[in-house]
Structure formats: structure tokens, C-alpha cells
């Protein structure tokens, strides 16, 4: 579908936008498994990077106070590591499921193509020029199919810095084991990657992410779909006219169809996005403070 359609298709639906509140649809988003993990993932980033700020800024007074908070800074190396194996379990079943699910349904070339592809592709390229277009003014709003080129790259840093920062967390993890096998400034190489890869993150996540989550206008104060796994039929429209027409037109729509969301899941959705929002702004602007 081109984006002409689609935006004809989505100003069309405007008025759906503004009747949500009565009879509102949901469709499926993210499976029950995805939410967990997500959740998993969110809670062992914010405690690894709480635990491990606090020695790269050990000498200011916040780092000494949250690390007190921590149990000292032995309790936030456990801390540390309890988060960071857990991170890596959840890392390790996700590349598993994902190729396991491929391989299982016969779609593999699915998983590297295709409109449920995680892997850029072209129409990316051209959604970025349309939406920087529209940003300035100068086009319509570009709408997507299943996922953005902002969603992509997201997942693209954390699996990449996956890599990175747990590769290089293993060897500061287990120095007398890796020490057997690499050389000596493998190890200072290793902490400073670490560290650095680690600002990155924490500066990436707790603001691009972060924003594209919560303070976008249309999603301002929070986006839920995440907690739900569920989206309004508004926002399908609205944001993903390009997926939602082609769910229509292969017949898959009516199956995706599911319950609004229970008011338990919303809540669950708003306190732990609402806690990570506070603990990662509050990092972020300690990062900036220490730095001056
Ligand atoms: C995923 C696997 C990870 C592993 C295996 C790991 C492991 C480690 C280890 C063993 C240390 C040394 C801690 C100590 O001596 O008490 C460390 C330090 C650190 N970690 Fe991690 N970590 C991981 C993920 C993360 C993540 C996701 C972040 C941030 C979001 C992070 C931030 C830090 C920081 C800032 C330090 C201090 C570095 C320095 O002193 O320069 N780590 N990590």
C-alpha cells in the first residue's frame, strides 16, 4: 500500500480517533510471553544500571548514598549480577524463541523479510525521509505496518549492546576464568567498554526510549501496549494504517481481535512504566550533573 493511501486511509479514520471512548476494539499486539519478558528486561536494565553507576561516579556524594541504599558497594555488585544473568537468560530465550517459532512455522525467510521482520529494510528508509518531511512541515504523517524503523533500531541497540556490555561484563565477571584464555589488556579494555557502552544505554533508553513511550504527544503520559499487549483500534489506524490495511486485506484482522484490557493489567502497565520513568529520569540527570 503506498503512503498516499494510507494517509487518505488514516485521515478517513480520524473521526474513529476522536469516538474511542464508546465502543473501542483492541487487537492483539504482544503475546502474554513478549509482555513478561519485556518486563523482565526493563526491571534488570534499571538494576544494573543503578547498581553499577554508583562506581563509575563512585566519588560523588549521590553515587555513595545510592550505593549505601544498595547494601554497600558489595550489595550493589550482587544486585549487579543477579540483574545481568537474568538479563542474559532473557536475551539468550529470546534469540532462541525467535528462531525456534521461525523455524517451527516453516517462516524463516519471514524473520528477515517481510512486514514482521525485525531486520531494516527499504520502506524503512523511506519512512525515515517522509517522517523528518513531516517533522519540518513539508509532507504528510508517514503511517507503518507492524513495526517503525524507531522501534527497529530500539531493539537493534539492545541486542547489539547485548553483545558488548554482557561480553564485556562476563570477562569483569569472571577474570580468572577469561584470563586463561585472552590476554591481560583484554580486561582493561573490557571495563572501559563496559562503562562506556553502559552511558550509552542508560542515555539512549532513559531518553529516545523513553520518549517515544511516554512523551510523544499521542502517547503522553504512557503507552500501555506494551503491559496490555493490546492497541486501540484508533491507534492501529491512526499510527499503523499500513499494517492494519493489510491484517484487512489478508483476512487476518478478525482473528487479532481481542478484550479491552483489564484495569489490573493498565495499573500494572502504569506503575512499572511510572517507576522506570522517575528512576531513569532522576539517572539521567545525575549522569549530566556529574559530568559538570
Ligand atoms: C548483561 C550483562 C552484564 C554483566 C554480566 C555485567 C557485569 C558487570 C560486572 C561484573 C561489573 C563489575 C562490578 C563490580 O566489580 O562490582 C560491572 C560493572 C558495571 N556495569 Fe555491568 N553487567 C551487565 C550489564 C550492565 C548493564 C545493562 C548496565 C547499565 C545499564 C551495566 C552497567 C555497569 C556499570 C556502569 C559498571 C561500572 C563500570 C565501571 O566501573 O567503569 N552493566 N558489570
Request: proline letters at 4%.
Amino acid at each position: 500500500m503506498s503512503i498516499a493511501t494510507g494517509n487518505a486511509a488514516a485521515a478517513a479514520v480520524g473521526g474513529s480517533a476522536g469516538a474511542a471512548g464508546a465502543a473501542q476494539r483492541y487487537y492483539r499486539r504482544f503475546t502474554p510471553v513478549e509482555r513478561i519478558m519485556h518486563a523482565f528486561l526493563m526491571i534488570t536494565f534499571v538494576g544494573c544500571a543503578l547498581s553499577g553507576l554508583p562506581l563509575i561516579y563512585a566519588e560523588r556524594a549521590w553515587a555513595q548514598t545510592l550505593a549505601r541504599l544498595l547494601g554497600g558497594f558489595e550489595g550493589a555488585g550482587l544486585i549487579h549480577r543477579i540483574c545481568a544473568f537474568v538479563m542474559i537468560v532473557v536475551f539468550v530465550s529470546h534469540v532462541v524463541m525467535v528462531f525456534y517459532k521461525a523455524i517451527k512455522g516453516g517462516r524463516l525467510m519471514a524473520m528477515f523479510w517481510g512486514p514482521d521482520s525485525m531486520v531494516p529494510q527499504l520502506q524503512d528508509g523511506i519512512d525515515i525521509w517522509n517522517n523528518f518531511k513531516w517533522f519540518i512541515g513539508r509532507g504528510p504523517r508517514p503511517q507503518f505496518d507492524r513495526w517503525t524503523y524507531w522501534e527497529k533500531f530500539d531493539y537493534w541497540a539492545v541486542f547489539w549492546g547485548m553483545f558488548i556490555i554482557g561480553g564485556s561484563g562476563l570477562l569483569l565477571w569472571f577474570p580468572v576464568f577469561f584470563s586463561k584464555l585472552l590476554p591481560g589488556w583484554m580486561f582493561n579494555i573490557a571495563s572501559l567498554v563496559h562503562g562506556e557502552e553502559a552511558l550509552l544505554a542508560v542515555g539512549f533508553i532513559f531518553t529516545f526510549h523513553f520518549f517515544n513511550g511516554h512523551l510523544r504527544p499521542e502517547k503522553f503520559p504512557m503507552d500501555t501496549v506494551i503491559f496490555t499487549g493490546r492497541i486501540p483500534e484508533h491507534e492501529l489506524k491512526g499510527e499503523r494504517q499500513v499494517e492494519y490495511q493489510r491484517l484487512l486485506r489478508e483476512g487476518k484482522l478478525e482473528a487479532k481481535e481481542t478484550t479491552a484490557p483489564t484495569s489490573e493489567s493498565k495499573w500494572f502497565g502504569w506503575t512499572i512504566g511510572g517507576i522506570a520513568l522517575v528512576l531513569g529520569v532522576i539517572t539521567v540527570v545525575l549522569i549530566v550533573y556529574s559530568i559538570f
